[in-house]
């Protein structure tokens, strides 16, 4: 299957600086990558679209100015998490699919921790 | 986005077969049924999709009765390395990406 990579896989960081997280599509292009947040033992949660060449698209109650989406080639987002507070800690992960692909294929996810 | 009711966690032993039920009550016509598999620290993985009647691939099957109102993944003689957490999701086969997880089955499986 196609494959996803994220990076950094884990990522610690003080509180008040920013983080930025990869997320490559590395044998397909990604016209719309997802980002997901996940904290522990819960489900996964939508917060955005990234779209190839335009703005994200947010979720309800996910700040924009926040997690600061940037999609500028077919096989690349990227998600910032701007001035990173201790409640921000969590995995995140992308995702995304083949053009006219059923299934989604994730990254391996980022652990952040902000201390 | 349909909703999706599936047991919060399951017990099984090395070598049985497990089957775990969703619900999803509000299925529309255009849906898919699609489960996932996530390890601790992992993105999910797929596992299997499907639309009605049986589906089967080289590590699950996918039973979805006529009405489609729920379906049973079933793993034939699990093993240790089949705990996970496994997720139901519902949605248009397009939006393959665009996924609303509900709470998922943490499935524990020992010797």
């Known amino acids: ?115 | 986005l349909a909703k999706t009711t599936q047991p919060i966690s399951m017990d099984s032993y090395e070598g049985q077969e497990v089957n775990i039920t969703c619900s999803h009550n509000n299925i529309a016509t255009n849906d898919y049924i699609t489960w996932y598999q996530q390890f601790p620290s992992q993105g999910p993985r797929f596992i299997i999709q499907g639309y009605k009647t049986k589906v089967t691939n080289e590590v699950a099957s996918l039973f979805i009765p006529a009405d489609r109102k729920s379906s049973t993944l079933s793993l034939p003689r699990v093993s240790l390395s089949d705990t996970a957490v496994y997720y139901c999701l519902v949605g248009d086969r397009g939006t393959a990406s665009k996924l609303t997880f509900g709470t998922g089955t943490r499935l524990q499986v020992t010797l």
């Open chain 1, 1 to 115: 299957g196609a494959v996803v990579s994220q990076h950094p896989s884990w990522v610690i960081c003080k509180s008040g600086t920013s983080v930025k997280i990869e997320c490559r599509s590395l044998d397909f292009q990604a016209t719309t990558m997802f980002w997901y947040r996940q904290f522990p033992k819960q489900s996964l949660m939508l917060m955005a679209t990234s779209n190839e060449g335009s703005k994200a698209t947010y979720e309800q109650g996910v700040e924009k100015d926040k997690f600061l989406i940037n999609h500028a080639s077919l096989t690349l987002s990227t998600l910032t998490v701007t001035s990173a507070h201790p409640e921000d800690s969590s995995f995140y992960i992308c995702s995304a699919s083949t053009l006219g692909g059923t299934e989604a294929f994730f990254g391996q996810g980022t652990r952040l921790t902000v201390v």
